[in-house]
């Protein structure tokens, strides 16, 4: 084998994006923060960073979500943690376009992240403040329907498009697997999973209809043995998460 020299090669960086999705007041939201640092000072982003020498590209995913929100990550191939403190977290996609960062060549690796509804988020690293912002607002086209309107500057770097990248997957994985549960406490009523679905896809879902489908699906949901009236009315049976990963049949999204 020849000799390998480094120095032959342009250095470029890694980083690590995250996509954390929760729905809160019945809205699919994002973790955003403002860059407290060049370049985009002052514009929101994404949370993420640079992976160290020593880690690998999950371990730095993780280390950033417990970073920026406290949670602990966990396998996408087990079910969320008892104690509700945890996060689906899976790679979503890489994105390397040679002009993305002004800074230098940098690769990025997104991740995508769903909790349950997640309290006020709190700044670390180079943001100076963090939010959760609901997507439609983020991915708001510029020159919309509210052009007269003060418009928010976008996402920094190709923020925008991991984010639409990211809700697009989320989407599209609660047809067919029981990754909706994802966003639920550990143990939920039918009405606030269905919520989830509304939230998630933009639309509106028949409760009847509904109940029936995911109480049908082999797996989905198993009954916990209590109830709850903190949705008001009469006391709503509670479930959990089923042990089936794939729906079948699936939720098909209803075409808009």
């Not at 550990?186 to 109480?215: C, I, M, Q, S």
């Amino acid at each position: 084998m020849s000799p390998y020299d480094p120095s032959a090669f342009p250095p470029f960086a890694v980083t690590v994006d995250l996509v954390v999705l929760t729905v809160r007041r019945h809205a699919l939201c994002a973790l955003v923060v403002r860059r407290g640092e060049p370049p985009f000072q002052g514009r929101w982003a994404l949370p993420g960073g640079f992976v160290r020498p020593d880690e690998d590209l999950g371990a730095a995913a993780a280390r950033e979500l417990a970073e920026e929100t406290g949670l602990q990550a966990h396998d996408p191939g087990t079910p969320l943690p008892e104690a509700g403190n945890g996060a689906h977290l899976e790679q979503l996609a890489t994105y390397g376009d040679p002009h993305r960062d002004p800074r230098m060549r940098v690769v990025s690796v997104a991740h995508l992240v769903l909790a349950p509804d997640l309290p006020a988020p709190r700044a670390g690293g180079d943001a100076n403040s963090a939010r959760w912002a609901p997507v439609e607002e983020l991915l708001k086209p510029e020159g919309g329907p509210d052009r007269e309107e003060e418009q928010p500057a976008p996402l920094a770097f190709d923020h925008a498009r991991i984010l639409a990248d990211g809700v697009e997957r989320a989407r599209s994985k609660i047809e067919y697997s029981s990754l909706a549960t994802a966003f639920c406490p550990p143990e939920f009523t039918v009405g606030e999973l269905r919520r989830v679905y509304e939230a998630v896809w933009g639309v509106a879902l028949d409760p009847r209809n509904f109940h029936r489908k995911v109480t049908g699906t082999p797996g989905f949901l198993v009954p916990s043995g209590g109830t709850t009236t903190r949705q008001g009315g009469r006391p709503a049976q509670l479930f959990r998460a089923g042990g089936a990963t794939l729906l079948n049949p699936p939720m098909l999204r209803p075409e808009v």
